[in-house]
């Protein structure tokens, strides 16, 4: 098990400088690319998007915004791979290559997206427009919280909150209104329709949030704090003090007390994160470790969707929540 501890270390230590590394090659990669050795690669293939506006989007929820706003007048590329944490991702000549005819650029902002500033105007060129879907939204700002890794500006987690997701749809439905004004009727529509769709999840939620018999949980990664917000829950202990950073015995213990002074019973893992400490946690306090996700994937029917995403999320913790 120390053997194991301790690969686990280097592994993480490794990953850390493999980031750093790959951060600046991939600077030399785009200072070369700039500089005029572009050339057509015939291995990667470039989906042609007609007269369809071509919009990337960095998350999936957020693709899926777009996808419900723009319906077939858009053409949505998700940039994080379903597998990968937005926290630690780093950017591959792949991504550049999804920006290449993109009009928009739809993003959570607060630092979020750090890998992809250059990336996006190295792909797709200057007239790209980026839509920070967090403007305008009342950001908490975590403490005792390492800022690293995407959380420096605050929380940006948002879109797990369906209210606040209501206000990510209307910035890109606008976003949309302004790039292709003919068809604005059609995304005033849409959204209209989808806008409706996420009242009736969030009436679900409250419903279903008001027969919980316990109200507290822990989580891997603070990615449910404005749902929990916003739905009268209670964030009994965050463990990864930045995500993808697993605590050390001071901050693990530290945690367990906390845990242990409230009423949680269980502990959310993410599939993006590594559950190890959930489960380290949780053999310590008693408590089940369950899985919410809050990406989903085009490849899991049951959470291939934002709607879906949540419905599955709001069933997990209906199991995590119930009394003993
Ligand atoms: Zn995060």
Wanted: charged share 25%; aromatic share 8%; net charge negative.
């Amino acid at each position: 098990m120390r053997a194991r501890a301790f690969l686990h270390e280097a592994e993480n230590e490794a990953n850390h400088r493999h980031r750093v590394g790959a951060r600046i090659l991939f600077c030399l990669f785009l200072m070369v690319l700039v500089g005029g050795c572009e050339q057509p690669n015939t291995k990667v293939s470039e989906p042609t998007a007609g007269d369809r506006i071509k919009v990337v989007a960095s998350i999936y929820p957020l693709a899926d915004f777009v996808r419900a706003v723009g319906g077939d007048r858009v053409e949505v590329v998700t940039l994080l791979p379903p597998a990968a944490s937005p926290h630690v991702y780093s950017p591959s000549p792949r991504d550049l290559a999804r920006f290449r005819g993109a009009v928009l650029f739809v993003q959570i902002g607060l630092g979020f997206e750090f890998w992809s500033a250059q990336l996006a105007r190295a792909g797709a060129g200057e007239d790209l427009i980026e839509v920070e879907t967090s403007e305008g939204v009342d950001v908490i700002h975590e403490t005792g919280h390492d800022g690293a890794h995407g959380h420096a500006m605050g929380n940006p987690h948002i879109w797990l909150d369906p209210i606040i997701a209501m206000h990510q749809v209307r910035a890109i439905r606008d976003a949309l209104a302004g790039l292709d004004p003919d068809h604005r009727e059609i995304y005033f529509r849409n959204a209209a329709a989808y806008l409706g769709d996420l009242e009736g999840l969030d009436e679900e939620i409250r419903e279903a949030v008001n027969g919980f018999a316990r109200k507290s949980f822990v989580a891997i990664h603070p990615s449910w704090t404005y749902f929990a917000e916003r739905y009268g829950l209670f964030e009994a202990g965050v463990i990864e003090p930045s995500p993808g950073r697993e605590p050390t015995p001071v901050e693990m213990m530290k945690i367990v007390r906390q845990v242990r002074e409230s009423s949680a019973k269980v502990v959310f893992a993410e599939p993006q994160l590594n559950p190890k400490a959930a489960h380290v946690l949780a053999k310590e306090v008693g408590a089940q470790v369950l899985t919410l996700d809050p990406i989903g994937s085009p490849d899991v029917e049951e959470r291939s969707t934002y709607l879906k995403l949540m419905r599955y999320n709001l069933d997990v913790m209906r199991r995590g929540m119930q009394a003993p």
